[in-house]
T-cell receptor, first 111, second 116 residues
């Protein structure tokens, strides 16, 4: 079983749409969860950390369900500039240990 | 805003040659990492470094790889004898600011290594 699993997409949505990405992880001892964004041939950029209580940053909302080992990212009012690959990332070793990445979900926002 | 920087942005080398990839982590960070991403694949962890020693490494990080913090600002990854399959994007990352108690990892722009 893959450690961090994501639907690779692509998700093609019109500008202004709401889109949701899901991610499952295999290790129940996982401690920290993140969504990163990666543009083509660029570095992963931290989008947001994901907390048990759920958290929101502007148009972005992240949710964590530890019981189901499931993380989600919701993007409201999609912009053309949101087009990128969204990486689900998990840390299960301790506060500063390695990150384990999913393969990413590609989002293409169109006019 | 402080950033992780990496040099060179692109390195082309012949199989069997040694390469050194360089990184300058964010200045008040304590943990440093190398990851790699083969084209079309996911980002993979190589090694983490704390307090001047390796704290964790993956199966990929074999005897051909080494890391060093030669001074107070640089963090390097050396590949002793490159293979074709070492061709990838190599990302440096840093984390853990004592002041902010933040464990989020921030990535540099990467070095694209091409082994011919």
């Amino acid at each position: 079983r893959k450690e961090v699993e994501q639907d690779p997409g692509p998700f093609n949505v019109p500008e202004g749409a709401t889109v949701a990405f899901n991610c499952t992880y295999s290790n129940s001892a996982s401690q920290s969860f993140f969504w990163y964004r990666q543009d083509c041939r660029k570095e992963p950029k931290l989008l947001m950390s994901v907390y048990s209580s759920g958290n929101e940053d502007g148009r972005f909302t992240a949710q964590l369900n530890r019981a189901s080992q499931y993380i989600s990212l919701l993007i409201r009012d999609s912009k053309l500039s949101d087009s990128a690959t969204y990486l689900c990332v998990v840390n299960w070793g301790g506060t500063a240990s390695k990150l384990t990445f999913g393969t990413g979900t590609r989002l293409q926002v169109t006019l | 805003e402080p950033e992780v920087t990496q040099t060179p942005s692109h390195q082309v080398t012949q199989m069997g040659q040694e390469v050194i990839l360089r990184c300058v982590p964010i200045s008040n960070h304590l943990y440093f990492y190398w990851y790699r991403q083969i084209l079309g694949q996911k980002v993979e962890f190589l090694v983490s470094f704390y307090n001047n020693e390796i704290s964790e490494k993956s199966e990929i990080f074999d005897d051909q790889f080494s890391v060093e913090r030669p001074d107070g600002s640089n963090f390097t990854l050396k590949i002793r004898s490159t293979k074709l399959e070492d061709s990838a994007m190599y990302f440096c990352a840093s984390s853990v600011s004592q002041e902010k108690s933040s464990y989020e990892q921030y990535f540099g722009p990467g070095t694209r290594l091409t082994v011919t």
